[in-house]
């Protein structure tokens, strides 16, 4: 329900463009600021559950997840519907970590590691799957709803899920004397708005892009800073600041970034060269991207149940390599069709998932395998903000790449220029995936032991 909803939006954007008059960066906006606001409140969330308990925080959150989502429904203008989603994605950010924090205060050790290895794929193919989910809805086009029915589907599964925590979520105190750096979760979201900021121009750099790269880089430098006086102060801090002196999970984060930003925005490029490009509905648009969704459900499963396990950090440079491949085939696919079909892309979009998953089964854990058990806490929520955070570049990144190609050229050279940027950021994270641990976490314990 949290992941979906930062992809669920993509095959929407055409029809906020018609229906709501946006531009294209005010559709990049819809999309990315959920991502960025997500991305920027995950460490606060995860605090707040410290102190008030993660059943309490997780209820909490839920509820104003799932009336933001209402909110974003009913929004009259373009505009409201961005600040709606900005709220959407901060309920998101108190709802997402008590899910780590559950786990991380029912199981330990190995079975730890075990159920981290299916909550990262649970993560990555629920944005996948966003896309599909939203197709669907907005072909169906229940009670003439149009797009709003991609928020209002929220509300009974919010409901729902709302009730199973109550009844099943285990009943324990948060604690009471922990403290919430306010000043350190300002900065950490202040920097993470400056980074995510000039790219949300649809392709235009403004001349105040870089002083906001340089603040935003100056912000995360006194945001370490910060929490490294917390911690001479004999206080809690934000984020444990001795994960950052593991090089392999230093590394690990870099890889993360690159990989789920390729990803998330050439999952939104797709979209918007089937439906802008080529006059797709969302439903069609979101059969063509099926392909992608069962290759990438078909990668995991064969990852996490074999390969991970034998293989360690080389199945995500397989599952690389073999995305390489299929964006190999699409720029082939794209160049050899007089007249376009969906069904022309469906080879390329099937590889290309297929290497999506073997990456997304095995990526959470191996880079945990860095850190040790007392760690694994702030590692983890630094991994799905960074994660979600990147997530909120690609839109804007590949987006602007898109529209700054289109249409002053056809679709297809529009969507080759984000491919070939897609294919620059896969081989810059199969340079960095030499850095991680070599396996997973639970496979480490085990040859320890």
């Not at 429904?73 to 970590?97: D, H, K």
Request: contains cysteine.
């Amino acid at each position: 329900m949290d992941l979906a909803a930062s992809t669920i939006v993509n095959v929407g954007g055409p029809a906020l463009i018609s229906s709501l008059g946006a531009s294209p960066a005010q559709m990049q906006w819809v999309i990315g600021a959920y991502a960025l606001a997500l991305g920027a409140g995950l460490v606060l969330g995860g605090r707040l559950g410290d102190r008030f308990g993660r059943r309490n925080m997780f209820l909490t959150g839920l509820a104003a997840f799932t009336v933001a989502s209402l909110f974003c429904a009913v929004a009259p203008t373009i505009a409201m519907l961005i600040a709606f989603r900005l709220l959407q994605g901060l309920a998101g950010a108190m709802l997402l970590p008590q899910g780590l924090g559950l786990l991380r205060e029912n199981y330990s050790g190995p079975d730890l590691a075990k159920v981290f290895g299916i909550f990262g794929p649970i993560l990555g193919l629920a944005g996948i799957l966003g896309p599909v989910l939203g197709g669907m809805l907005l072909e169906l086009n229940l009670f003439g709803l149009g797009w709003r029915a991609v928020f209002l589907i929220n509300i009974p599964v919010g409901i729902a899920c709302f009730l199973v925590a109550w009844r099943y979520l285990p009943h324990r105190p948060g604690d009471c004397s922990v403290d919430i750096d306010v000043a350190g979760a300002s900065l950490l979201v202040l920097s993470s708005v400056l980074l995510v900021l000039p790219l949300g121009e649809a392709g235009a750099w403004p001349g105040w892009g870089w002083p906001c790269i340089v603040l935003a880089a100056l912000g995360f430098g006194l945001f370490g800073l910060r929490q490294s006086s917390v911690v001479r102060a004999g206080q809690a801090p934000l984020i444990m600041t001795s994960i950052f002196q593991r090089p392999a999970y230093t590394a690990g984060l870099a890889g993360i970034a690159l990989f789920f930003c390729s990803l998330v925005g050439m999952q939104l490029v797709l979209t918007l060269f089937l439906q802008i490009g080529h006059g797709l509905t969302a439903g069609e648009a979101s059969i063509a991207n099926l392909p992608f969704a069962i290759g990438t459900a078909c990668g995991a499963t064969l990852s996490g149940a074999v390969l991970a396990a034998r293989f360690g950090r080389r199945v995500l440079q397989l599952g690389a390599g073999v995305q390489l491949a299929g964006v190999a085939l699409l720029q082939y696919e794209l160049g050899n069709t007089a007249a376009f079909s969906a069904w022309h892309v469906v080879p390329g979009m099937l590889v290309c998932g297929i290497g999506a998953g073997l990456v997304i089964a095995a990526l959470f854990s191996i880079i945990l395998a860095s850190l040790d058990d007392r760690q694994i806490g702030s590692g983890s929520g630094v991994l799905s903000a960074v994660q979600s955070i990147a997530a909120s570049i690609g839109v804007a990144v590949f987006s602007g790449a898109f529209f700054a190609a289109h249409p002053a050229v056809t679709p297809g050279r529009a969507l080759s220029a984000a491919l070939a940027i897609q294919a620059v950021i896969l081989v810059a994270f199969m340079g960095v995936t030499l850095f991680f641990p070599t396996a997973a976490k639970s496979e480490l314990e085990v040859n320890h032991a």
